[in-house]
Structures are given as C-alpha cells and as structure tokens.
C-alpha cells in the first residue's frame, strides 16, 4: 500500500464493522454506498478497487465519518480533467489540497504530494455505475462481478453472521482473540454467485470425491496466497466473493471460499484451526497415504489443504507437515455456531469485538 499519504485522526478502518451492513446513507444511492463500503472495507484493497472501479489510476486514500468527505490521490500526469470527470458528478464540488509539493495537512491527512494530487469532495458527489462489470482478480480464470451483483452479496444473511470473533484466553493462558471463520462462510443455497461458481467449476463431474477435488484445485490454483494480515499486522476477515473479487487471501480467506463452495452443492465438511493455520475437512472416499486425518464426531476427515497449489486430498504431503500435526480447535457450521476443542471439546467462547473476554463456566 502507498504511503504517500495517509489517514490520520479517523484512520483506515473497517467503518461499518464485521455484519457487512452500513449505516443509511439518505443521500447516496445504493451503487454509492455500495462503492464506499469496499473502498473502506479492508477486505478488498482500496487502491485495487478504485482503479478497477473507474478503470483509471486512482487511489482511494480515506474517509472521514463526520464530515461526509471521501478522499482520493492520483499521479498529476494522469490528467486532473480525467479523474474528475470519472468520479464526480459535480466537479465545482471538489476541493484539492492547498499544496503544490512536500509535506501537505488536509483535512485530516497529511503526507508528501510530491508528483501527486489530492483532492476531497462529499460522498453524495461520487459517480458510481451500477452495472459496471469489473474482472476479478483470479489468476488465469475470467469471472466478472458487477457493483448491482456486490451491492447484493453485502447481505449479511447469506452467511452464517455469527459472532465474528474467538476467545482463546481459557485455553492459551494469556488473553488472545481470533477469527470466527464460520461467521463468514455463505449458507448454501443463498450465495447466487458463489452457487453459480460452484456449478460452474464442477459441470463435468459426478461423484463428491471428484466435486471436493475439484473445488479445492480452484482455489489453490486460482486464488493467490495473501500475506496482507503480516502487512497489515491484524487479521484480515474476507467472506467468499470477498476472495474471489480480489484473487487473493490467506489460510482462513481460502478456507472460507472452499468452504462456501462446499455449501452450494450440499457437500458435508468441517473447518479446522491448528495454531496460526486453518484448513477444511471433508470426508468421503479418499486414499490416507500422507496421514492428514482427523475423526470428529463419528466422522473421519480428511485435511483438504487450501494453501498449497495441486494440492490432492490424502496424498499430498506437506515440507512443512508438522503445521497440520496438532488440530486444536473444529467447527461444523452446518450443525451449529459452536467452536470445539479437539478431544476435549470444550466451547471456545465466541464473541464480538467490542466485548469483554467473558468469564469462563
């Protein structure tokens, strides 16, 4: 991400939280809040989105909450006349930073604009089409979404939208909170877009051997491994389209679009949480050379390993194996919202962000 300039006071944050819905905005549309929430939304880079968007070099480069101002930045030999005849609807309603070069406070940003311009204007002013088809970012692979097809995935009833987060003090000793990958993960059945690439993916395949197989080839094929979360130095939470629109995601990103697929076409599964990884499970008819099983609940699973390109289910083996050797934690979204100890099955509390670690029964 640039550093050219930056947010301060207000920050790039997640501004509408982790239930992927947003406040009423009475004077946008609903392209346009759609547009602002995958700009603010970490999920998807901002800098991706924006050029995607207006298919220009634009960066999208912060929002302030209180003053209803989106900010942006681009190269002054990109042409000021192009930006804004691409992004505004009223280009009197633009306001550009006073500075011509060096250090520059705007607003409230501030940074070095050399070779750069920035310019703020109110998000009721942003130009936003609808029906823009915008390419994902997959490797090898056309898929277009539009912002009327996002607009619908932000609905947070297609995914399970249980509590977003995992407290894990009880059973490390010291107070740590992670990722509640069930929450994101699309109910089957009301994903149209990922049900549709599901289909799609697995159209000249019969057996559930064959669809898991397949399915898991898209994914570590197609989607990019994602060090972002080292980036960004916190957990970056993405749901299914999330990951496909930006081609990328870590361990839990393609676990949950693995996952999700495995929803649309009813295929059993679980997720499992080893330290510092996540994979998926899934049972069925597969050989056990390289040892990567796991009995839960009267079923035996088999490791599908989402972070490894070829990856095939019970053969593959893994240089570093030793990640996959202490399963600690299992969740069967299908059944229930509950998180459970390997073994023990103990609870692991699931919380929300803003909440006390709570006491433990």
Not at 266 to 281: A, R, S, T
Not at 292 to 321: C, H, K, W
Request: proline share 5%.
């Amino acid at each position: 991400m640039k550093t050219w300039f930056y947010v301060v006071g207000f920050g790039l944050m997640l501004l509408f939280g982790n239930s992927c819905t947003s406040p009423t905005h009475r004077t946008m549309t609903p392209a346009q809040e759609t547009a602002l929430y995958y700009l603010y939304n970490r999920s998807l880079l901002s800098d991706t989105l924006a050029r995607i968007l207006w298919r220009i070099p634009v960066d999208f480069r912060g929002y302030d909450p209180e003053e209803k101002q989106l900010y942006f930045l681009f190269k002054r030999d990109v042409g000021r006349a192009k930006v804004l005849t691409a992004l505004c609807l009223d280009t009197s309603k633009v306001e550009f930073a006073p500075c011509e070069r060096g250090p520059c406070e705007f607003g409230g940003m501030s940074g070095n604009i050399d070779g750069y311009y920035v310019f703020r204007m109110p998000e009721q002013n942003l130009k936003v089409d609808s029906n823009r088809a915008m390419n994902c970012l997959l490797k090898d692979y056309p898929l277009q979404l539009s912002l009327k097809e996002l607009s619908r995935l932000r609905d947070s009833s297609i995914t399970y939208n249980t509590p977003p987060y995992m407290d894990l003090t009880k059973f490390t000793g010291y107070q740590v909170k992670c990722g509640n990958i069930g929450s994101y993960i699309s109910q089957g059945g009301k994903d149209e877009f990922i049900k549709r690439l599901a289909d799609q993916l697995t159209s000249d395949v019969k057996t559930p051997e064959e669809k898991y197989a397949r399915l898991l080839d898209f994914v570590t094929q197609k989607i990019l491994y994602s060090f972002e979360d080292y980036w960004y130095e916190a957990e970056i939470t993405k749901r299914a389209h999330e990951v496909v629109f930006s081609g990328e995601a870590d361990c839990s990103g393609k676990s949950t679009l693995y996952a999700s697929l495995l929803e649309a076409l009813n295929l059993p599964y679980c997720l499992i949480y080893f330290e510092h990884h996540m994979n998926v499970g899934v049972p069925g008819n597969f050989p056990a050379e390289n040892g990567y099983q796991i009995d839960l609940e009267g079923t035996r699973y088999f490791m599908a390993e989402t972070t490894v390109p070829g990856f095939q289910i019970g053969i593959s083996r893994l240089s570093n194996a030793e990640i996959l050797e202490h399963p600690a934690f299992y969740q069967i979204p299908k059944k229930s919202e509950a998180v459970l100890e390997v073994g023990g099955n103990k609870r692991v509390p699931l919380i929300f962000e803003e909440e006390e670690s709570p006491e433990e029964e």
